[in-house]
């Protein structure tokens, strides 16, 4: 069992930047690809970024390449999500996951576990 824990949202004005955190509950390195995703109410939810088991291979949905960078940082067993130049079509709901699949998967379906998600909004 792996449990996430979201950190860093909050509200931003168009423009501007955040930085996300995932802090996993046990050892992630070398045994779990990680993403993050997004959601906003009544719609599904969407692939945003996701990086392989050393981060060395990463990928972006389209809406955000360039602005948008995944990394882990194995000291501190986290997946952390910077988001700059950031739009009002950016506000949503975002969650991290982890998945078995270690080179790193853009496919929801192939997440096994979910954090709770934290709140990014972006005003115009």
């Known amino acids: 069992q792996v449990l996430l824990v979201e950190s860093g949202g909050g509200l931003v004005q168009a423009g501007g930047s955040l930085r996300l955190s995932c802090a996993a509950s046990?050892?992630?390195?070398?045994?779990?690809?990680m993403g993050w995703f997004r959601q906003t109410p009544g719609k599904e939810r969407e692939f945003v970024a996701a990086?392989?088991?050393?981060?060395?291979?990463?990928y972006y949905a389209d809406s955000v390449k360039g602005r948008f960078t995944i990394s882990r940082d194995s000291a501190k067993n986290t997946v952390d999500l910077q988001m700059n130049s950031l739009k009002p079509e950016d506000t949503a709901v975002y969650s991290c996951?982890?998945?078995?699949?270690?080179?790193?998967?853009?496919?929801?379906?192939?997440?096994?576990?979910w954090g709770q998600g934290t709140q990014v909004t972006v005003s115009s």
């Open positions: 996951a982890a998945s078995t699949v270690v080179a790193g998967t853009v496919r929801i379906h192939e997440y096994d576990y």
């Open positions: 046990r050892r992630i390195f070398s045994r779990y690809g």
């Open positions: 990086a392989s088991w050393n981060g060395g291979n990463t």
